[in-house]
């Protein structure tokens, strides 16, 4: 979830920079009139080709000086939301980083908390260890054995029913699969 937003807004941000790109590109000063229509129409007010003429290139000029504010008007907007999306960006990674700290600790806790658990392992009788794992869940006992002594680990598994034992040293052989 957390990657399609950073890829949406880095979309978004690509966008806002080729729209920016583009407007830098083509300058602005080839859209402007170089001539007054009033300078234009000296001396030619008696020909109405001339006028009407002259009357296009004004509306036209006029179309283009709004179409730029509209221009300029985009270009703020799009500005002001490309300082938004960096703003999120920002919060986001810093909620990133909090969450990535937090889930460190966590992860730091419970291996602590693992850890005196494998050594209360350790120091039971591998009959009444073999008891207690039997009746966790496989996937747990799994981690508890694959943690103990290798040597308490063996006396535990031959204190275990067959067929659970068997099943223990699946997940233990998962686990060792995943890396864990």
């Known amino acids: 979830m957390r990657r399609q937003i950073l890829s949406v807004l880095g979309g978004v941000m690509i966008l806002a920079a080729a729209g920016q790109a583009v407007m830098l590109a083509d300058g602005f000063s080839r859209l402007s009139a170089n001539a007054e229509p009033s300078a234009l129409m000296a001396g ?33 907007e799009i500005s002001f939301a490309e300082k938004q999306l960096t703003e999120k960006l920002i919060e986001l990674r810093k909620l990133k980083q909090q969450v990535t700290l937090g889930n460190q600790g966590q992860s730091q806790v419970q291996s602590e908390d693992i850890a005196r658990l494998i050594a209360v392992y350790d120091q039971m009788k591998p009959e009444q260890a073999a ?35 068997a099943v223990l040293t699946s997940y233990m052989g998962a686990l060792r699969a995943a890396g864990k």
Do not use: W
């Open 44 to 76: 030619c007010t008696d020909v109405p080709e001339a006028v009407a003429l002259a009357e296009t290139l004004r509306e036209r000029a006029l179309r283009i000086d709004r179409y730029m504010q509209e221009v300029e008007r985009r270009k703020a």
């Open 131 to 165: 008891m207690v794992l039997s009746n966790l869940p496989p996937d747990f006992a799994a981690q508890i054995l694959a943690r103990v002594q290798p040597e308490t680990g063996a006396r535990i598994m031959t204190s275990v029913e067959p067929g659970h034992a």
